[in-house]
């Protein structure tokens, strides 16, 4: 067997995933390792929403990128990509002016949204109640995915067109030599590269303890629930609520963002646990409902627990009630995700000899902006064309 490579990457989350995509797109010989036997971290603990329309300008650009290489793999290969687009839905006057004020931005920015009033939302989206909506801002280009099926799909395109994909490996060493980097795993395989990709969230430290501890990582607790299927219903497009238009970040390039938080209650449940309602309605007629936000620091994660916080899951669930009129809130399953996100910073990157290259802590956006993300860095990192 030839263990020599171009690129080693190590993790097989969805970050991780997409920086081998690319690196093989650019012609080179890459191997990925992933611990477990599939990825079990937030790769698979999310909606599967794919909304550019969330976030700032800069990361926007990584998201269009990321919608543009999922529809190009969908047209090569079934990963479970759905072009159905998102909506936010404002609920009041303030959200109303913050839609109008993203559409203009989206306008300047080329990125195709569409206002609806409430009379159009009411006729699109069955269900959802009339005394919530004022508005809605559509964004017909974006696409869901099913985020358990996704990851195993595109890894197994990916070594249809030529990935070696090692799971249930554990990296425990990268050893940097004159010009490359030997990897070992718990197992006593080796395998060497010019270059080591390190995008395994939070796990980092079991390879790197010293800048761990040195890291500001911070991991968000997000609680979701998936109801029970739903008949007769179809939910069709993702749907972002007025939380979501005052907590994402996109929102925060209005000029109305600034007074609207400052009106907001300081002391609440939606801020006491960052929630947030989205709705998503699953290949099999299921629809997800979340989620919220708990943090502590990457060193103190047990911090947050192992259980569900069964006071956060009936107020998601409450107050979901107050927009959508569904046939069934009986729900099927529960589940949290950890996600690691850097404190003051897009995500962590850090360099180690030239030639090990840390990347993590992408939080939240990384279903979004992975793809994207992932090209430009391969290109920095072995100095290719932007192409």
Not at 248 to 275: D, I, M
Not at 295 to 321: T, V
Request: include cysteine; glycine fraction near 8%; proline fraction near 3%.
């Amino acid at each position: 067997m030839e263990n020599k490579y171009d690129l080693v990457v190590v993790g097989g989350g969805i970050l991780g995933t997409f920086h081998a995509y690319h690196a093989m797109k650019n012609g080179l010989k890459v191997a990925l390792l992933e611990k477990d036997g599939k990825p079990q971290g937030a790769t698979v603990r999310n909606f599967g929403q794919v909304v550019p329309s969330g976030m700032d300008s800069k990361w926007q650009i990584y998201g269009r990128e990321s919608l543009r290489v999922y529809k190009d793999i969908q047209s090569k290969f079934d990963i479970s990509v759905r072009q159905e687009g998102s909506i936010y839905i404002a609920s009041n006057e303030e959200e109303v002016q913050l839609l109008v004020e993203l559409n203009a931005i989206n306008l300047k920015n080329s990125y195709k949204s569409e206002l609806m009033t409430k009379e159009e939302c009411l006729k699109k989206y069955p269900g959802l109640r009339e005394d919530y909506v004022k508005m809605g801002l559509f964004f017909p280009e974006e696409v869901m995915v099913e985020p358990r099926l996704m990851i195993g799909k595109l890894q197994s395109y990916l070594k249809e067109i030529g990935l070696d994909i090692y799971m249930n490996k554990t990296v425990v060493e990268c050893n940097s030599l004159t010009n490359w980097v030997q990897v070992h795993t718990t197992d006593n395989m080796a395998l060497s590269a010019s270059k080591v990709i390190i995008c395994n969230g939070s796990d980092f430290k079991m390879l790197y303890p010293n800048l761990f501890s040195e890291s500001n990582l911070i991991v968000s607790k997000l609680q979701m629930m998936q109801t029970k299927v739903q008949p007769n219903y179809k939910l069709p497009s993702s749907v972002l609520t007025g939380l979501s238009i005052r907590r994402y970040e996109a929102f925060s390039e209005c000029p109305s963002y600034a007074s609207v938080k400052a009106n907001e209650k300081s002391e609440s449940p939606e801020k006491k646990w960052g929630v947030h309602i989205l709705f998503k309605q699953a290949m099999d007629g299921s629809v997800i409902i979340g989620d919220s936000h708990e943090y502590a620091p990457a060193a103190g994660i047990d911090d947050l627990g192992m259980d569900l916080n069964m006071d956060i899951d009936n107020f998601i669930l409450n107050e979901a009630k107050k927009i959508f009129d569904l046939p069934t809130y009986q729900i099927q399953n529960r589940w949290y995700g950890l996600y690691s996100q850097c404190e003051n910073a897009d995500l962590y990157q850090h360099t180690i000899d030239r030639n090990i290259h840390i990347v993590t802590g992408i939080g939240g956006k990384g279903m979004t902006g992975s793809a994207g993300f992932s090209k430009e860095n391969i290109n920095s990192i072995f100095n290719l064309q932007n192409a």
